[in-house]
C-alpha cells in the first residue's frame, strides 16, 4: 500500500497528558498537510510543509501543537497538556507541486477523558 | 467566514436516480475545486477536481460543473448507487492549503 499512513489510529488520553501522532506522506510527495476534522465540521487547516519547511500554520494551531518534517519525509504533530476540546479526528494528507489534489490518510482519533 | 460553503448538510436519492451536490465559494482568485468522499471513520478520498478555465469535468458517473461567475460549482452522480452513501466536501486548492466545505451527506435509498 503506497498511500498515506497515519499511526496510531485512535488514541484516549487523559487531560493533560502529551500526545504524538505521526504521518507518512505517499513516497514521491513533497506537500504535508495536517487537518483536524470535528463532527459536523469539513476538515480545518492546521499546518503545511513544503519538504522540511513548515510554510504555513493556521491560528487553530496554539502554542500546545507543534508539528514537524525533519528531514521531508515523514512528520510528527505533537499536542501537549490536551484538553478535551481537543479530540477530533486528526489528518494528514500529501500531495506533489504537480498536483492539484490531496490525498489523505485514514486519520487518527483523539479522545481526550 | 468560511470560504466554501455547502448549504445543504443532507440529501436522500432513490437509487438510480441523479444526485447533485451544490457548493458556494467566495475567493475568485484560485485555479481548482475539488470534491471529495468520505466514510465514518475514514479519511476524505479524492473524487474530482476541475480546473477554473474549464467549466465541466466527467468522470464516470461523477460529473463536477462550474459556473464562475455564480461562484458556484456543483457534482452530478448518475445513476446513484448504495455505495455513495457518504459525506461529500467540496474543497478549494489556493496553492498552499485546501478549504473545505461543511460537507453533505449523501443517503442512496435502495
Known amino acids: 500500500d503506497t498511500g498515506v499512513s497515519q499511526d496510531p489510529r485512535h488514541k484516549i488520553t487523559k487531560r493533560g497528558q502529551n500526545v504524538t501522532f505521526r504521518c507518512d506522506p505517499i513516497?514521491?510527495?513533497?506537500?504535508l498537510y495536517w487537518y483536524r476534522q470535528t463532527l459536523g465540521q469539513g476538515p480545518e487547516f492546521l499546518t503545511y510543509f513544503q519538504n522540511e519547511a513548515q510554510l504555513e500554520k493556521s491560528r487553530l494551531l496554539s502554542d500546545r501543537f507543534s508539528a514537524e518534517r525533519p528531514k521531508g519525509s515523514f512528520s510528527t504533530l505533537e499536542i501537549q497538556r490536551t484538553e478535551q476540546g481537543d479530540s477530533a479526528m486528526y489528518l494528514c494528507a500529501s500531495s506533489s507541486t504537480m498536483n492539484t489534489e490531496a490525498f489523505f490518510g485514514q486519520g487518527t482519533r483523539l479522545t481526550v477523558v | 467566514d468560511q470560504q466554501v460553503k455547502q448549504n445543504s448538510p443532507s440529501l436522500s436519492v432513490q437509487e438510480g436516480r441523479i444526485s447533485i451536490l451544490n457548493c458556494d465559494y467566495t475567493?475568485?482568485?484560485?485555479?481548482?475545486f475539488l470534491w471529495y468522499k468520505k466514510y465514518p471513520a475514514e479519511g476524505p478520498t479524492f473524487l474530482i477536481s476541475i480546473s477554473s478555465i474549464k467549466d465541466k469535468n466527467e468522470d464516470g458517473r461523477f460529473t463536477v460543473f462550474l459556473n464562475k461567475s455564480a461562484k458556484h460549482l456543483s457534482l452530478h452522480i448518475v445513476p446513484s448507487q448504495p455505495g455513495d452513501s457518504a459525506v461529500y466536501f467540496c474543497a478549494e486548492n489556493t496553492g498552499n492549503q485546501f478549504y473545505f466545505g461543511t460537507g453533505t451527506s449523501l443517503t442512496v435509498i435502495p
Open positions: 475567493n475568485s482568485m484560485f485555479d481548482y
Open positions: 513516497s514521491e510527495h513533497n506537500r
